[in-house]
């Protein structure tokens, strides 16, 4: 077996300028994500209270590990089981609906006339701030409005969504596919300029009409596009905090979790449990596992997705 051979002096010079180079990127993501992410699992299996007690002294304190208490406790809870099933239903909703309307409308903008208008105007929402689409939104879903009024013959009665515990969820679904199909629709777009017109002229020859060489051509060559849109919506939603949280505290009478918890997400939770009743021990905990719910949702996606992936 042969040894690797010895750098020379100008190779060991480049390597160490290389990790020099390197070495401010390397220690913030030492200081700001591994070492909170141990932290905060150390903190899962104690009882550390924001207010009481001083993190930089752990056993002067009053923090005991407590081991996995925490972890039953959130799990027992029936609001983490609540905000564990509703931020499911969140995800589901967003990114399916946002995920099949971006491929919508990248076929929409990548073969109608005036290109540029459509994929443009179709973006634009995603850049839309959250803080702004909450009073949109609120504005739109209320009594005596035109989207309203166009609802009711549907059999949906006129009223204030997000006061309302059965349609502020969906509410939020909604903001969500509004802000993120363009999004999708450019990932999208990428993917259909990827496939070659050679593919569709050999379909064309024979005979095979638009709908069949859309299901046997365009879908099946664009998965690779569909399984990091389905991979990181679904990691994005699983996480989602800033548009529920508006939507609970927003207006003249804001109501924590929403109206009958109907709001109320893994993340807002975790934000609640820590920030709120300074239970940051536990907060970790949730937090823990949230990232084994991910993990679950990234790991069958992969699954699925592995052997259609082209």
Do not use: C
């Not at 807002?268 to 709120?276: E, K, L, R, S, T």
């Amino acid at each position: 077996m042969l040894k690797g051979r010895k750098l020379n002096r100008i190779e060991k010079n480049e390597n160490i300028m290389g990790y020099l180079f390197m070495s401010p990127a390397i220690i913030m993501l030492i200081v700001w994500i591994i070492l909170p992410i141990i932290i905060a699992f150390v903190l899962s299996f104690t009882n550390y209270d924001v207010l009481r007690d001083n993190i930089t002294q752990p056993f002067n304190g009053d923090i005991d590990f407590v081991g996995f208490d925490n972890y039953i406790m959130a799990i027992e809870n029936p609001i983490f089981r609540q905000a564990l099933g509703q931020t499911i239903y969140y995800a589901f909703g967003s990114v399916i609906l946002t995920t099949s309307i971006g491929l919508i409308l990248a076929l929409i903008a990548h073969n109608a006339k005036g290109k540029g208008f459509f994929r443009i105007a179709y973006y634009i929402p995603t850049v839309t701030s959250v803080a702004v689409l909450v009073i949109i939104f609120d504005g739109l879903f209320r009594p005596d409005t035109i989207i309203s009024n166009f609802l009711q013959t549907f059999g949906i009665p006129p009223i204030h969504w997000r006061q309302e515990p059965a349609f502020t969820m969906p509410l939020a679904i909604i903001m969500a596919v509004w802000a993120g199909s363009g999004y999708s629709m450019l990932i999208y777009l990428a993917g259909l300029q990827e496939i070659p017109d050679s593919v569709y002229e050999a379909a064309s020859l024979d005979s095979a009409p638009r709908f069949k060489q859309f299901i046997h051509i365009t879908f099946p060559l664009l998965n690779n596009k569909t399984f990091f849109l389905m991979a990181t919506g679904f990691i994005g939603s699983l996480q989602v905090y800033d548009a529920v949280q508006m939507l609970a505290d927003y207006g003249d009478a804001p109501i924590t979790g929403g109206p009958e918890g109907s709001l109320w997400t893994v993340v807002y939770y975790i934000y609640y449990v820590g920030w709120q009743q300074n239970k940051m021990g536990r907060a970790s905990a949730i937090s823990f596992l949230l990232l084994i719910v991910i993990m679950v949702f990234t790991l069958v996606q992969r699954k699925i997705f592995k052997d259609q992936t082209y």
